[in-house]
């Protein structure tokens, strides 16, 4: 079986130590806070007459998600990569064809996602068993964790090869993306919000009202995320076209075309 | 219009032909007594379901409509049961209800396959009275005028003898019950142990005797009777009007019962002969009135009305003194003192600094040796998998129970003389996850409500209480880390005898336990001392001189409670749950507290009288039942 290049890279990378790594600890430390701070002050009884979920599964899987999405726009913009990872414009420059390269990326993206979800596992398993919940509440914020990531990963790779030559203009246009994104959107759409996600699959229960259903809100979640991150693929195919140059690259040009026009 | 005269006809007579189109399925109900309840008190519920359609197998269900909409929303407890009906076959079942409110009607449906198949409401407005009830079950006793003028505040009624409640609960609203000419033994063996537990936990039956006086001597109202009559006898005009009044017409010759042994005590004679005789079961009474109140001169004496007021009127009870401080909830209080708390800060902290340290020192201490790279490829998964398995036993369902807990507090308070005990439970039930929380149980079969916490905050959830294989509780509220609480109430068999002499020295104490289960951590509390009395096995005796200065612990009016904190196995217990529950058991019943003046107060540990069942019995359950048994101290006995 042949592996795709940028993934074996990938798996090849993850072994081996590095900067991303050390990166990732600092994120993994700030979900160990974050369980800290929401960890139960008050006995069970307590929580009972308050009749208050502890709150910390909610907590942390925010958390969870907020660091993902942030390592994943910054390892788009190549501002950290694992080690011995190339970045897309040295693809660019191999004969592997462009679909490759995108397919090798989203794949590479979602094995390393999923590799930091693993990593948050015992931290997430401790704040489940005390916050109750459901394991498909949970199975679904972490999906959407990972659809997320690769939506900023594939952001963040646009921005790094529209302003490849200016790193502050890309590391700054990455900090705008993510605060944009997770604030005033989220705001505005909450269905597009992890956070709100988060809340109402994970946060105290509503007292159940018979009248109405909600929609299932992890699957519009993960939609929409999978529908923008198919159009964030096609833009950076279009971008990595663009670095090939048009002509050398036949392969790709009905896609760009599709984009462009 | 000669005409129309033929087809006039003509339609008349297909209308004649046509069937009679009826309701496949026809629901019939009987609201306490002859459609009478009183609101606010549990009530009796005769439905009868006829099915003209095919083969029926669903549910009945009773919808109650509780709560306040001014204080809180309402809240429906369901009642159901199990339904299962042939075709041209009819079925009567009967509940015991709670009707609060008047404004909403009572719903009646028959559901079949998740479908509503049949559905009937009742207007409890115009069914509903507020004196209390006095049932008189006999063929020719009219006592009507009792019902004239509403001063003492009671309503006669004439119930059919099969439409009395299976449970001693649905006697709630009644003072009293009359019984004349007729036996008991025509009610089934649920109703005669409703009667005989509603007289024993503080009901009133008035016995009246007449020429067949062998209906008298029958096993279950001879069970139940001072004694047995043997014969009549003649009384003579004017012993008659001594004990009486004046006013009775005795120009012809009256004939009582006569009794040659009885155990009770004489509350009306003529002469020498007995004509009205109490006979205490339990807290309750028996009145056995020798003469025949459906005979002349009595059923034509005005003055019979004033004798039955004075004779059926329940004793008056002394207003409480105790503080009415206790808010708490013995279930919470329990849930403090015994449930699992949540993993403590410091196992979590050295549990993630362990695990972030592996990591650092994975990412920051690299292995070099080639072969130990691809090893090294994996740890980079096994270790948080590793540590997830690790938290997963430490933090998880070993450590900190996942899933339905039921807990229970119950009182028990045996009544003296009888082999019933009154039963208050308070049963919480809560889940670490959202979903169904259905608690199937067994053992006692009490009434249960929602508790007077919930109630007064008014956010009470709807409650399904099922009767199907298996008796069961469900709130409709299926949030996790939610306390749902119900409070209950039954009457229950158990046996246990005491006497207690007071003595120079100390009490002496009888004891004897045929409850069906040890009693343990027995304490003897009376005059300012407590007395350790130990395990009391199930059948055993014992008699014990108990010397205050050797034997006795000094204890107040608050402290003896502590005297329950150690047990037989040596465990320290946490009394604010029992505390709590007995409280709330003062303020209940208008007590001055445990132990009343000149009573002596048993209090010990039993098994719970309610335990899981079913696909419960996995549940994590807390309990905890304390025996309360208050006994009249007897003086010292003279030499």
């Known amino acids: 079986m042949v592996i795709n290049p940028l993934v074996s890279e990938v798996i090849t990378g993850l072994a081996r130590p590095g900067k991303a790594q050390l990166d990732y600890l600092g994120f993994l430390l700030v979900q160990a806070v974050v369980v800290f701070l929401w960890w139960p002050k008050d006995g069970i009884a307590q929580a009972l007459q308050s009749q208050h979920t502890p709150r910390t599964l909610l907590a942390l899987v925010m958390a969870v998600g ?98 490849g030559q200016h790193r502050y203009a890309v590391i700054n246009t990455a900090r705008t993306i993510m605060v944009l994104v997770y604030v005033p959107v989220g705001l505005l759409a909450p269905v597009t919000s992890h956070p709100a996600l988060a809340y109402r699959t994970l946060g105290e229960a509503l007292p159940p009202d018979p009248f109405f259903t909600p929609m299932p809100d992890g699957l519009a979640f993960v939609s929409i995320y999978a529908a923008l991150s198919v159009l964030a693929a096609l833009a950076v195919h279009r971008l990595l076209l663009r670095e090939r140059g048009m002509k050398n690259n036949p392969d790709g040009a009905g896609v760009g075309k599709a984009i462009s026009g | 219009m000669q005409r129309a005269s033929p087809v006039i006809v003509l339609l008349g007579l297909l209308l004649l032909l046509s069937p009679v ?80 409110g008047l404004s909403r009607p009572l719903v009646i449906r028959v559901v079949s396959n998740g479908l509503e198949q049949a559905r009937k409401e009742i207007d409890l407005r115009t069914l509903s009275i507020a004196e209390r009830l006095v049932l008189v079950l006999s063929p020719d006793v009219d006592l009507d005028y009792l019902n004239e003028g509403t001063a003492h505040g009671m309503r006669v009624l004439h ?22 000419g007729m036996s008991l033994e025509r009610l089934s063996a649920p109703q005669f142990e409703a009667l005989h537990k509603w007289i024993a936990q503080g009901g009133t039956l008035a016995v009246s005797g007449g020429p067949d006086y062998t209906l008298m001597r029958r096993p279950r109202l001879a069970a139940l009777l001072p004694g047995l009559p043997v014969g009549m006898t003649k009384i003579d005009g004017e012993t008659l009007q001594a004990a009486f009044s ?28 007995p004509l009205i005789v109490e006979r205490a079961v339990g807290l309750g009474r028996v009145l056995y009135l020798t003469f025949d109140v459906a005979s002349p001169p009595f059923n034509r004496w005005d003055g019979m009305s004033r004798l039955w007021h004075s004779h059926l009127s329940p004793p008056a009870t002394p207003m409480s003194s105790a503080p009415k401080t206790s808010t708490e909830n013995p279930v919470l209080a329990l849930i403090r003192a015994e449930a699992t708390d949540f993993p403590r800060y410091a196992a979590a902290f050295i549990f993630l600094a362990l695990y972030l340290g592996t990591l650092l020192a994975a990412y920051r201490f690299p292995i070099r040796v080639t072969q130990s790279r691809r090893v090294a490829s994996l740890g980079v998964w096994f270790t948080p998998v590793i540590f997830a398995s690790a938290a997963w036993v430490i933090f998880g369902p070993g450590a900190f129970p996942r899933g339905p807990t039921a807990v229970a507090v119950a009182v028990i308070e ?56 298996r008796r069961a509780v469900e709130p409709h509220d299926r949030r996790r880390y939610v306390l749902h609480v119900l ?30 289960s040890a009693v343990d951590g027995l304490w003897l509390v009376f005059g300012g001392h407590a007395y350790e009395l130990g395990v009391l096995a199930d059948g055993a005796r014992i008699e014990r001189a108990l010397v205050r200065s050797r034997h006795g612990v000094e204890v107040d ?4 409670l502590g005297v329950l904190k150690g047990s037989a196995a040596g465990q320290a217990r946490d009394v604010t749950p029992i505390r709590v529950a007995l409280e709330r058991r003062v303020q209940e019943t208008n007590r001055t507290g445990y132990p009343g003046p000149g009573h002596a107060l048993l209090v ?36």
């Not at chain 1, 919940?133 to 690769?150: F, H, N, Y």
């Not at chain 2, 099969?162 to 004349?180: F, K, Q, S, T």
């Not at chain 2, 002499?501 to 004897?512: D, F, T």
């Not at chain 2, 009016?557 to 003896?560: D, F, G, N, R, V």
């Open chain 1, 66 to 163: 907020v660091t993902t999405a942030y390592f994943a726009l910054r390892a788009g913009t190549e501002v950290l990569a694992l080690p011995g990872q190339r970045g897309l414009r040295e693809w660019a420059r191999t004969p592997l064809p462009a679909g490759s390269i995108i397919r090798g990326y989203i794949v590479g993206q979602l094995l390393q996602g999923l590799h930091l979800v693993v990593l948050s596992t015992p931290l997430l398993l401790m704040a489940f068993v005390i916050s109750g919940g459901e394991w498909p509440a949970l199975g679904w914020c972490l999906a959407a964790v990972l659809v997320q990531a690769l939506f900023y990963r594939l952001c963040g790779a646009i921005t790094c090869l529209s302003l």
């Open chain 2, 557 to 560: 009016a608050a402290s003896w």
């Open chain 2, 414 to 469: 045996p009544f003296p003389g009888s082999s019933y005990a009154r039963l208050n439970i308070d049963l919480g039930l809560y889940a670490s996850h959202s979903g169904m929380l259905q608690f199937q149980y067994a053992g006692a079969e009490p009434v249960m409500y929602p508790s007077r916490e919930e109630l007064r905050r008014g956010d009470v959830p709807d409650w399904v209480v099922s009767d199907a294989t």
């Open chain 2, 159 to 180: 119930p059919h003898p099969e439409l009395l409640p299976a449970h001693w609960r649905g006697y709630d609203a009644v003072a009293a019950i009359v019984l004349h």
């Open chain 2, 487 to 516: 409070e209950g109430a039954d009457v229950i068999a158990f046996r246990l005898d005491a006497v207690v002499h007071e003595e120079a020295m100390g009490p002496r104490v009888i004891l004897e336990n045929n409850s069906g």
């Open chain 2, 21 to 100: 189109r009826a309701d496949p399925i026809e629901i019939s109900a009987v609201v306490g007594f002859a459609d009478t309840f009183q609101p606010g008190r549990w009530t009796p519920l005769h439905v009868s379901v006829r099915n003209r359609s095919s083969d029926l197998n669903g549910e009945l269900e009773v919808q109650v409509t509780g709560g306040d909409e001014l204080r809180g929303r309402r809240f429906v407890t369901a009642h159901r049961r199990t339904l299962q009906l042939q075709r041209n076959s009819a079925k009567s079942l009967q509940f015991t209800i709670l009707p609060q």
């Open chain 2, 604 to 639: 010990g540990y039993a098994a719970s009288p309610l335990r899981p069942a079913g696909d419960s019995a996995g549940w994590a359950h807390h309990e905890r039942a304390v025996i309360a048994f208050q006994v009249t101290a007897r003086e010292k006995a003279t030499p």
């Open chain 2, 246 to 273: 004046a006013s009775l017409d005795v120009s012809r010759p009256v004939y009582v019962n006569r009794l040659d042994v009885f155990h009770g005590d004489v509350r009306l004679r003529a002469g020498t002969q």
